[in-house]
């Protein structure tokens, strides 16, 4: 009998790695991710947490604080900025909330869709932002956060470089165009441009702490 359950587990799961992969190749930027969740918002939420994985796991792992404060999360982990941008209308224009804050980058310094120069991740970062605007949504545009290295992409050993070379541009645009810009990075840093091991157990994704320490931050800024 428990053999049975094993075996009709393991089916489920590759059932649904099967068909994970193939809504990802039918559907690049997945808007199915939140399809069915974005429907059952009814009421206006006052900010939109836009991201990758970083942004995914921190709903995940606290839930809580996005909903008593009336936040939604739309991060979907291994998404670029092209990614991001794509269905910026569908996760975030769309609830007309007052705020956005944008946590992008970390992946396109991976190369997850290919190799991306900084100033057209920037390039991207910036479409959003001024998309935000048009539609008078206040965005917020967040550093990236240290990262020692990709695990997933370990032939790229300059990491912490290209997360400082990304910031450096988007604190600059964020300062010449008037936009708050929520600098993590040095709340999140060992000093050696990667997350701490008593923030992160991968150098990457922030840790229950870590992300207390943004909530903190980002408070701040939400009003």
């Given at each position: 009998?428990?053999?049975?359950?094993?075996?009709?587990?393991?089916?489920?799961?590759?059932?649904?790695s099967?068909?994970?992969?193939?809504?990802?190749?039918?559907?690049?930027?997945?808007?199915?991710?939140?399809?069915?969740?974005?429907?059952?918002?009814?009421?206006?939420?006052?900010?939109?947490?836009?991201?990758?994985?970083?942004?995914?796991?921190?709903?995940?792992?606290?839930?809580d604080?996005?909903?008593?404060?009336?936040?939604?999360?739309?991060?979907?982990?291994?998404?670029?900025?092209?990614?991001?941008?794509?269905?910026?209308?569908?996760?975030?224009?769309?609830?007309h909330?007052?705020?956005?804050?944008?946590?992008?980058?970390t992946?396109?310094?991976?190369?997850?869709?290919g190799?991306?120069?900084?100033?057209?991740?920037?390039?991207?970062?910036?479409?959003?932002?001024?998309?935000?605007?048009?539609?008078?949504?206040?965005?917020?545009?967040?550093?990236?956060?240290?990262?020692?290295?990709?695990?997933?992409?370990?032939?790229?050993?300059?990491?912490?470089?290209?997360?400082?070379?990304?910031?450096?541009?988007?604190?600059?645009?964020?300062?010449?165009?008037?936009?708050?810009?929520?600098?993590?990075?040095?709340?999140?840093?060992?000093?050696?441009?990667?997350?701490?091991?008593?923030?992160?157990?991968?150098?990457?994704?922030?840790?229950?702490?870590?992300?207390?320490?943004?909530?903190?931050?980002?408070?701040?800024?939400?009003?």
């Amino acid at each position: 009998m428990k053999k049975n359950i094993f075996i009709a587990f393991a089916a489920l799961a590759v059932t649904f790695s099967i068909c994970s992969a193939q809504d990802k190749k039918t559907d690049w930027a997945q808007f199915y991710k939140y399809e069915q969740a974005n429907t059952t918002v009814t009421a206006k939420p006052k900010a939109v947490f836009m991201g990758d994985s970083i942004t995914e796991g921190w709903f995940r792992l606290d839930p809580d604080f996005f909903t008593s404060n009336n936040f939604l999360g739309r991060g979907i982990s291994g998404q670029t900025s092209s990614e991001m941008l794509v269905r910026f209308r569908r996760d975030v224009l769309d609830f007309h909330p007052k705020y956005v804050v944008i946590l992008a980058g970390t992946n396109d310094a991976a190369e997850n869709n290919g190799k991306i120069t900084p100033e057209n991740t920037l390039g991207n970062i910036i479409s959003m932002c001024e998309l935000a605007k048009l539609h008078k949504i206040k965005p917020i545009l967040c550093s990236a956060l240290p990262a020692g290295q990709f695990r997933w992409r370990k032939e790229i050993t300059d990491a912490p470089d290209r997360v400082r070379t990304l910031n450096a541009l988007l604190k600059d645009y964020a300062k010449k165009n008037k936009i708050v810009y929520l600098d993590y990075y040095p709340l999140m840093d060992d000093g050696n441009g990667s997350l701490p091991e008593a923030l992160s157990k991968d150098t990457v994704h922030p840790t229950l702490e870590g992300y207390k320490i943004m909530e903190e931050a980002v408070l701040k800024v939400l009003r």
